[in-house]
């Protein structure tokens, strides 16, 4: 997503491997490297700087609503706070593989 100052917000996820399967998942546990939450928003320079400053998720959640792991397609919804203020609230599809 851009901002209005040029940079770029970017969500990312980790969640096990039964999310081929569907389900909803923490967006603030179990704790990834770094400790890190497992949902997170990285806020960078430019599209296409890779490092920028993450921030972790203080509550909500990430659903997995439907998942396709062979041809690697994924849907779903979030709905989370975050340590900075912001609220995330939407759908996502993910693309796996392209």
Known sequence: MSLSNGRVVRVAFAISTQGASGGTYSATSPLQQYGFTPLTLGVANNATTGAG???NATSGG???????AGKGLFYGT???HFADG???AGGWTCRVGE
Do not use: E, K, Y
């Open 78 to 80: 979030i709905d989370a």
């Open 53 to 55: 400053n993450r921030i």
């Open 62 to 68: 990430v659903t997995v609503t439907s998942a396709d």
């Open 86 to 88: 912001t609220r995330l």
